[in-house]
């Protein structure tokens, strides 16, 4: 459908409410608090448009996501038209990784590490949130990639609980590295956006730059991890070669 035709769409209170996935009386909810505009009326019958369906799905989007109805409101009466683009900034964020959630047997996931079936490792996978239990057999890796990792490691030798034990810690540091991060690119780049007053033609340069820092976070925070890792495997090796050395000179 030709850009145009979707722009000029228009919707009934119930039609915009199921668009919205939200229900009537919440539409009206929201059109009383003064969060989405009033419709146009023909006769006794309101018609909604596509900015009307945007702000209630960024509504929606934002309470989902742990958001006040008041913080929402505050938000939205003071960029009345930003709705549109912050829901592409969402869809940035919410981008998924490039590996899907996987569904596999117990034995399946076992048999990844090299190792007889468990299932009080499957209870700690579950506790730290990597892995999901469905009904039967069946478990869901929510991070897949980290729980194929995690297998590897295992094979090479390491104990499962070892590999375990490492996530909770990785996401704790890296958590703080993420929180610094934001903060430094809310101050520099977002604030001063926000203090303009969210000019309308900044939009697209403010969104390329969020979609653009996702990747560069990743790709530092891999390299520099590389680069500590390989002086922490040379002292630690450094350490148990002195140390066989020095026990080898007093048994002389």
Known sequence: MP???????EYTVDELASRAQMTVRNVRAYAGRGLIDAPRLEGRTGYYNREHLQRLQLIRQLIERGFTLAAIEKAILNAPHAAGHTLDLIAILDQPDSAEPEIMSRDDLA???????????????VGVGLVEKLD???VRLI????VRSGAAAVKLGLAPETIIALFPVLKSHLRTIADTFV?????????????AGLPEDEWPRVLSVVESLLPIASQVTLG???SEFRDAIDVAVGEQITGLGSARSAQK
């Open 3 to 9: 850009e145009d035709a979707v722009d000029d769409e």
């Open 111 to 125: 048999a990844l590490a090299g190792v007889h079936r468990d299932d009080t490792l499957i209870e700690s996978l």
């Open 136 to 138: 039967g057999d069946k």
């Open 143 to 146: 991070e897949p990639a980290v």
């Open 183 to 195: 903060h430094d690119v809310v101050e520099e780049l977002v604030q001063p956006f926000i203090d």
């Open 224 to 226: 520099i991890f590389r």
